[in-house]
């Protein structure tokens, strides 16, 4: 399930970086592109950002705790070092953290230009 998580996580900074994530298009489509840009000033902020790092952080807690118990997956011939895939999630976070910063940095070039 974490490496499932991850990859999911890790495929969100393509669709941020292409601006293909979701979001209200209803309304978003109708306003000026400053306007635009700035909603998405404030929602890398005040969502992607505050979110991504609290996964970062306890993601870390999550991974080095299987590393430190030396976790094992429970099915015969499985995985003998989980802690290297439940790595991936903040990893993944930290990946959404750069592209996020980016996304955000772009649209403050484009608003405020």
Known sequence: MASFFSDVFTLYCLWLQ??????VDVFYLNFPPKTQALINIIGS???ILPISLLITYYGFDFAYLAFEIGEKSGDPGGLYYRFIIKSII???????IIS??????????RAFK
């Open 100 to 109: 996020g910063v980016i996304f955000a940095k772009n649209h403050y070039i």
């Open 90 to 96: 903040p990893l993944s976070f930290i990946l959404v």
């Open 45 to 47: 902020v005040v969502f």
């Open 18 to 23: 292409n601006d293909t994530h979701v979001r």
